[in-house]
């Protein structure tokens, strides 16, 4: 891109603050627990109940990890080559102490399988189905102990082991396995649409459900759990690095510091476990509401239909999401556009929503897509907006690291630095690389 020949103006963005126990303040999540303790923090400590799912060495390496959150972690000393100064790295302070929650490590509900059975379900021949025959291993699991027991769990620990990782993924290669043979043919990726056979009883379509989303564990397992309650997967070689060794005595990965997985950890219960975000932000402006669109294709769907979805961003930190109807929505490789009427019912959602909670529509309402917003759908938008609220379109596109910005030193620019270009269009470098925003 060629810039103009002028001074280039360069800003930076403070980062936000965030409210933490007590009304304090810090713009560092991580500061905040560590001082005050979570935004809604209870006078009395909170009980999480926590079940683990996995292999029984997954789920030793998880009860050792459990009694690591319920004491103080440490940023480990730098290593050759590391700056002195890691200020993005912090001591974990323990569960009870930053987050005002709490578990017995040697009261979490286990549930065994053996890696046996991991191991031949991924070797099935088809990668949907043996991907399917994987999550039903924790599944099933899982619903046998809620039928045969009444203790309820906050959140599932799903704890899998590497072949899990490399072999359940999309384009899993499963290289140098001796495959078995499953249920449908190995070169089957698409739901057979034979609707007239099925209904007369011909064929049976009862399982092929399977083929309707991509192969992936992690999909695959969350969308089941949506009906049971919280997940957190970990990897076997996140939580015990030392047990996987290559060759020559390194981890077979490399994996971030224990005090920052403590941190990721701890924050996942919390958020997974109580009704409100451990904070909140401290400075939204009175009568602003955002919203963020995405568009998702819908696999396999025969006439390549898309589903539109609106976030709205609360100062809690937390959103609320509201889907649209499914619709012809792509109108190219990376580009999708709302007929007039689906925009206009999506953002009339959103506004019903945010005067049901404020009590007023806003005044300013800013619309974040990735994709331009073309004349039908943006008046759509104009007019499903009452006369006193001001709407403004921001587009938010990814450069991909194509965009750098040096500063003196050899530190990268700090989060937050803005080029602004013009009034409408600016690069605002949010974390490695930058994003180009126009409204």
């Known amino acids: 891109m060629r810039f ?8 930076h963005i403070h980062e936000p603050e965030l409210e933490f126990a007590a009304g304090q303040r810090s713009p560092h999540p991580k500061d905040g627990l560590f001082l005050y303790g979570p935004h809604a923090k209870p006078k009395k400590i909170r009980d999480i109940r926590i079940g683990v799912v996995g292999t029984r060495e997954g789920i030793a390496h998880f009860r050792a990890w459990a009694y690591k959150l319920k004491s103080v972690v440490t940023v480990p000393p730098p290593g050759k080559g590391e700056k002195a100064d890691r200020l993005h790295l912090a001591n974990f302070p323990g569960i009870d102490e930053a987050f005002g929650v709490t578990f017995d490590p040697d009261d979490v509900r286990t549930l065994a399988i053996t890696i046996e059975e991991i191991d031949r379900a991924t070797r099935i021949e088809n990668l949907n189905e043996a991907v399917e025959k994987v999550a039903h291993l924790y599944i099933d699991r899982v619903n046998k102990h809620l039928r045969n027991e009444e203790s309820s769990v906050d959140v599932w620990m799903l704890v899998v082991p590497e072949i899990v990782y490399d072999r359940c993924r999309p384009g899993s290669k499963r290289m140098g396995l001796k495959m078995e043979k499953g249920t449908f043919s190995k070169r089957q990726k698409l739901k057979v649409s034979l609707p007239l056979l099925a209904a007369a009883g011909v064929i ?49 990965r490399k994996t971030q510091d224990a005090a920052t997985i403590a941190w990721n950890l701890a924050t996942g219960l919390y958020y997974k476990s109580q009704p409100t975000p451990p904070w909140r932000l401290a400075s939204v402006r009175p009568g602003v509401c955002y919203i963020g669109m995405v568009y998702k294709s819908l696999p396999n769907d025969p006439q390549g239909h898309s589903c539109c979805a609106a976030q709205m961003f609360l100062n809690e930190g937390d959103g609320v999401v509201f889907r649209g109807a499914n619709g012809p929505w792509k109108t190219g490789d990376y580009e999708f556009h709302l007929k007039r009427d689906a925009a206009k019912r999506l953002l009339t959602m959103v506004l019903d929503t945010y005067t049901a909670s404020h009590g007023a529509p806003p005044r300013e309402l800013f619309i974040h897509g990735q994709t331009y917003f073309n004349d039908e759908e943006w008046q759509a938008f104009v007019d499903a907006a009452p006369v006193e609220t001001n709407v403004i379109g921001v587009r938010i596109r990814t450069t991909s690291g194509d965009t750098k910005l040096f500063r003196d030193g050899d530190y990268p620019v700090l989060r937050g630095t803005a080029l602004l270009l013009d009034r409408r269009t600016a690069y605002l470098w949010t974390r490695a690389v930058s994003h180009r925003a126009e409204s």
């Open 204 to 252: 049976d379509q009862t399982n092929e459900n399977i083929f309707e989303d991509v192969p992936d564990f992690h999909r695959r397992i969350k969308a089941e759990f949506l009906k049971i309650a919280p997940t957190q997967l970990l990897r076997e070689t996140t939580i015990a690095p030392e047990a996987f060794l290559n060759s020559a005595g390194y981890p077979l």
């Open 4 to 11: 103009p020949e002028v001074s280039l103006r360069v800003e």
